[in-house]
């Protein structure tokens, strides 16, 4: 059994961030430029702040890739900040101390209680690492484990649903892999079109109140195998796990899986995935109501789950108040990033943990030190199943 573990390091103005993969089957093939392009979806959405369109990711394999292919042994990807010179004095890891100490602690964010908690003065000790700078780190990761996800069938995909109060439309099509060009080509990373305008307009009118916009993000799970996840122990649940993936990312605030709050208002005939076969396609269910999840495992239908990220709380205009911890003073909040929205790109991140969890089920279930072996399992597993 080979689980994947992964764990980022590195601070948002620091000299990099890192991120080491654990766990992985030898023979995976792997690039920089897949793992660049995905950093790259990281930076999309309308509504980002000037610091998307100057940020970019120099990533590098340090180590557990040989010629393109995964060795078995954890793999490191370095991704440099390329802002580092201009907050090396500021951030360096040298003795010294800062000239500029935040005492004015953000509201929604990890600065008061951070600092509470580890008996910091200064709010950039918490602000550096709670940032959502982090999830770089973590898409690279997600990079890796969608290329072994591809091996077996799966791919992970996501779409913004609501932006604000604008929703998709009622009976709107579900995209499909295919459609993922599509989707990032949306300045919102909406797949209904008749829906995109009223989320960009919603965009624009936070923007000129100087405010900020949250919204829900749908992740889509296909040809997902069957079986991952456990009904036997509590921490295994597949949907326990997603949700906890998910709630891990910056800013979200709540998950559902497939129908969520809407099955409490159902009846128990209206609430259930009806269960069918075929000679094609085998046991299959006839709704998606449960988010192709059951008992804890997956069912190999459709996997649908949803996150909601709070508004950003750093403003340009309404103020937030806050107390100078220095002083006990109240006064405002400082402002470390202007961006009116970050739905899109948290759609991203959100695939990201989704692949993640995916794929360390995937190697709990099949193991193997070797691709070639992970892949012989499964098949033999999927073909047990008709």
Known sequence: ??????????????????????????????????????????????????????????????????????????????????????????????????????????????????????GFTDARNVLERASARETAARVAAGAIAKALLREIGTTVISHVVRMGEATVSDGAAT???????????????????????????????????????????????????????????????????LAQALMSIQAMKAVEIGDGWAIAARRGSEAHDEILWDEASGYHRGSHRAGGT???????DLLVARVAMKPLASLNKPILKTVDTETKAETVSFKERTDVTAVPAAGVVAETMTALVLAAEVGRKFGGDSLVELRRNHDSYIASLK
């Open 1 to 118: 059994m080979r689980v994947l573990r992964y764990l980022t390091a590195g601070e948002s103005h620091g000299p990099a961030l890192v991120v080491v993969l654990e766990g992985l089957p030898a023979g995976l093939p792997v690039t920089i430029e897949e793992v660049s392009d995905e950093l790259g979806r990281r930076r999309l959405g309308y509504g980002r702040g000037p610091r998307m369109h100057f940020e970019r990711d120099e990533v590098e394999f340090l180590s557990g890739v040989r010629h393109g292919v995964t060795l078995g042994s954890p793999l490191s990807i370095l991704i440099r900040n390329t802002e580092w010179p201009k907050w090396e004095e500021e951030m360096g890891s040298a003795p010294g101390a800062t000239t500029k100490p935040l005492h004015q602690p953000r509201p929604g964010h990890a600065d008061l209680i951070g600092m509470q908690k580890y």
């Open 294 to 300: 059951e008992g804890g495992m997956t069912t190999g």
């Open 175 to 241: 995209p499909g892999p295919e459609d993922l060009e599509a989707i990032d080509a949306s300045p919102v990373r909406c797949f209904d079109k008749s829906s995109e305008a009223a989320m960009i307009a919603a965009v624009e009118g936070a923007s000129k109140a100087g405010d900020s916009l949250g919204g829900i993000v749908e992740v889509l799970g296909f040809g997902v195998t069957p079986g991952l996840g456990s009904h036997v122990h509590w921490d295994r649940k597949i949907d326990g796990l």
